[in-house]
């Protein structure tokens, strides 16, 4: 088995991210789990966070805490300041045209249930179709399903090939005068695969059907540029990005936001209230009711801070890297075999091992100190599409090394050499 050679933690050839010093802003990467170093592969779940991130959350706490766009006081005032200038800057991440068009939620899974209610509910009708594919994550499953089953809409699904590359001819032919909203994950939390984003929305836009694209996955690994993209919504979690859970963003184009109804209603969102009749404020107010998590958006500014200061070029060349590694050093292991093969993939590696259930797999890991994921990962039907119930899924990040790799790899080999006895 190839091993990496470095000690250090950094491969300066592929890329210019020093991850020694990077690894060091990580505070919980020090732990020690069960006497052994820690190896966090479990990055598509949630990802770790740097001191700046768990300090911007203390100093929130500690010298800013007030509610927002209500008081008149000076803390309020800072605070709703703040909290309107982690919109601008998400806005920036995202290269949206305007931050008008970043409404914060709580994550990926509110986010496209928004969606689904809002500009679903006024799209959809009885006999039309959405357009979802195999490799959704069930939050981009079930929020359309529940929409389908009230309009009396159905959903139809692109099929993906044995590699688990989406068939883009079939996805072509699949856009009809019935189709609504095709809804699509851009990177495959399960097996990896990058999705054509760009060039889906293209084919979308010909036949003049918006596109939302759940952006969970490809956000924290590669820039997403939402002009360039020219999806008609995006979405995407801040937990999975170095911040906090419990923040996530929803990108719209004003064309769509402008006319949507409100998504829940209460304070925060309204005009003017009498018993006889509300009237709204204009987005993205209007989609944010009662009290938001403001140290959750003001954090996840520190975490896109951070992001941007190490770069998504490198992120991704660097993840790559990894990925890179991980799949030659894992294919050398007796009987395990890698699902999900694309050419285009990101930060995920998701194996079976002979007929280890992965729930073992991932128990025996866990004995080194090792943290992957296993299961079905949220994707029942895309599981079913290759024959597995479940997987293990190992899920890499910018201070993940070629070492941990390596010793995954030496566990997984324990595993092997257990069950061979
Ligand atoms: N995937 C995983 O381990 P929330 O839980 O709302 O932040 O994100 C939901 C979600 C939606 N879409 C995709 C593509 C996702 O990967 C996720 C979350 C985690 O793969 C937890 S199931």
């Not at 509110?110 to 959405?130: C, H, M, P, W, Y």
């Not at 918006?210 to 999806?231: E, F, N, T, W």
């Not at 003017?272 to 009711?289: C, H, I, N």
Request: net charge negative.
């Amino acid at each position: 088995m190839t091993q990496s050679s470095q000690t250090t933690a950094f491969d300066s050839q592929e890329t210019s991210l020093d991850v020694v010093t990077l690894r060091a802003r990580f505070p919980i990467l020090a732990k020690r789990i069960r006497g052994n170093p820690f190896v966090y592969f479990d990055n598509a779940a949630t990802t770790q966070k740097p001191q700046s991130v768990i300090d911007a959350l203390n100093r929130y706490y500690t010298d800013q805490n007030a509610n927002i766009h209500r008081g008149i006081h000076y803390l309020s005032e800072q605070a709703t300041e703040i909290y309107e200038e982690a919109r601008r800057r998400a806005a920036r991440f995202i290269n949206a045209p305007s931050e008008r068009q970043v409404i914060f939620v709580r994550g990926t899974t509110e986010g496209i249930n928004l969606i689904a209610q809002t500009f679903g509910r006024q799209k959809v009708n009885s006999g039309d179709e959405i357009l979802i594919s195999t490799l959704e994550h069930h939050s981009n499953i079930v929020p359309w399903q529940l929409l389908a089953e009230e309009r009396g809409a159905s959903i139809k699904v692109i099929p993906i090939d044995d590699r688990g590359v989406l068939d883009f001819d079939a996805y072509v032919k699949m856009l009809n005068d019935r189709t609504r909203i095709v809804a699509l994950s851009h990177v495959s939390n399960a097996i990896g695969t990058v999705v054509p984003i760009a060039e889906m929305c293209k084919e979308a836009h010909r036949k003049g059907i918006p596109v939302v694209v759940d952006g969970a996955q490809s956000a924290p690994h590669m820039k997403v540029d939402m002009q360039a993209l020219d999806c008609d919504f995006f979405v995407f979690s801040g937990h999975k990005m170095f911040g906090p859970t419990g923040i996530g963003i929803v990108y719209g184009k004003d064309k769509w936001l402008c006319d949507m109804p409100p998504y829940e209603g209460g304070g925060g969102m309204i005009q003017s209230v009498t018993f006889e009749k509300t009237t709204f404020l204009d987005y993205p107010g209007r989609f944010e009711a009662g009290t938001p998590n403001i140290a959750g958006a003001i954090v996840l500014a520190t975490a896109m801070d951070f992001i941007e200061s190490v770069g998504l070029d490198n992120i991704a060349a660097y993840e790559n890297g990894l990925l890179d590694y991980a799949t030659e050093i894992f294919s050398q292991i007796d009987g395990l075999r890698i699902i999900g093969t694309a050419p285009d993939k990101a930060a995920v590696l998701s194996f079976i091992l002979n007929d280890v259930h992965p729930h073992d797999i991932s128990t025996f890991l866990d004995q080194d100190g090792i943290a992957i994921r296993a299961g079905h990962h949220c994707a029942q039907p895309l599981m079913k599409r290759f024959g597995v119930t479940g997987t293990a899924r190992a899920s890499f990040s910018i201070y993940n090394t070629k070492e941990e790799i390596d010793l995954v790899a030496e566990s997984l080999q324990k595993i092997v050499n257990f069950f061979k006895r």
